[in-house]
């Protein structure tokens, strides 16, 4: 993805998309922002939820953001001449970052989006295109860019784009931020999991990966011998919705990258885990065979490891290595539900 990334970046540049930009240069959801090195614009302000793409952007000295809804607030973004807005997996979240990027962005400055086909790019600037003429669009690597400019007023359907970005009730009753996993409804993986540890949980509970906080608000509800929950994950809007869904005394919220942050815990009596299996559009198992390990070194002896995970991932062969105790509590023809003591 980063070299087609990379050429409609560069053929964007050299047919004047970043040509006379006065100001700053925000950007909204950026997977590898590595990328914007190519351009050598003069600053750069990368606003991203997730943790790991954050300390990225820090380590190439980027400005960096993590909370959209102060874009339009911050006086640094009040001279923002371009925004660069690339294509996520949600549409709800992609759209949302449009509406920002139109909050953010200077009358007449601008509006550059990008994405790949399979990524949706067609769809969204055909949603554009219904309200606001593109100056150019481009195509390239199997993708394309478009350059808007920002208008004097805000249309009133690029408003209610920001207004369905924000936290809303999905359909099982939750409320979740666009973009993050499983924002809709409750994933089957999630649901088997819960129906197997409620009533079960006591003590120190830890949930590695905790999203919207799904599986926390289900412990919480059906074990009262909790006596705390530390939800953990890398995706600040998904801890945004979860400090709602999840809402007790007993719980603790942490912004963590497992795969760089070290977790200092010890003596916990059960861990949950729906690990993750994708980063971006990429299938990628390290983040799980990484919630593995911290499950084995934060686990109390005689500690439990409660997961669920897809029946083509390969994460049975180290949960074998490390908890040579498990069991299996349920399997269906896309899962499997691991109940594993640690001794």
Not at 38 to 46: A, M, P
Not at 71 to 87: D, M, N
Not at 196 to 203: D, S
Not at 205 to 214: P, S, T
Request: glycine content about 8%.
């Amino acid at each position: 993805m980063s070299n087609l990334a990379i050429k409609r970046l560069l053929q964007a540049q050299s047919n004047g998309f970043f040509l006379n930009i006065s100001g700053r240069v925000l950007v909204l959801g950026c997977p590898q922002p590595e990328l914007l090195k190519v351009l050598n614009l003069r600053e750069v302000i990368v606003c991203h939820p997730e943790k790991a793409i954050i300390r990225r952007a820090q380590d190439l000295n980027f400005c960096t953001l993590i909370d959209k809804s102060k874009l339009t607030k911050l006086k640094l973004l009040r001279s923002v001449g371009a925004s660069i807005v690339y294509i996520t997996k949600s549409r709800r979240e992609t759209l949302l970052n449009i509406a920002m990027a139109f909050s953010a962005t200077n009358r007449k400055g601008n509006i550059i989006i990008t994405g790949g086909k399979k990524e949706g790019i067609e769809y969204t600037l055909g949603e554009l295109k219904k309200i606001i003429e593109p100056c150019s669009v481009l195509s390239k690597a199997h993708g394309k860019i478009g350059l808007f400019k920002r208008p004097e007023r805000i249309p009133q359907v690029i408003r209610n784009w920001k207004k369905q970005g924000r936290l809303l009730q999905n359909n099982s009753g939750f409320v979740t931020a666009a973009g993050t996993f499983s924002e809709h409804f409750v994933d089957n993986g999630s649901q088997l999991l819960a129906d197997q540890f409620l009533g079960k949980l006591y003590g120190n509970v830890v949930d590695l990966g905790a999203g919207w906080g799904f599986l926390s608000a289900e412990a919480i509800k059906y074990s009262p011998q909790i006596e705390n929950i530390t939800l953990i994950d890398s995706n600040s809007n998904a801890l945004k919705s979860a400090k709602i869904n999840v809402r007790s005394n007993k719980a603790k919220f942490f912004w963590l990258d497992l795969e760089y942050d070290r977790l200092s815990m010890e003596n916990v009596d059960h861990v949950l885990m729906n690990p993750p299996f994708h980063k971006g559009q990429k299938i990628d198992f390290r983040l799980g065979l990484s919630f593995l390990n911290i499950a084995k070194d934060i686990l109390k002896k005689g500690g439990t490891l409660w997961m669920v995970f897809n029946r083509n991932s390969p994460y049975e062969k180290s949960v074998k290595s490390l908890f040579p105790n498990y069991e299996f509590l349920k399997e269906t023809k896309g899962y499997k539900v691991i109940n594993a003591k640690k001794f």
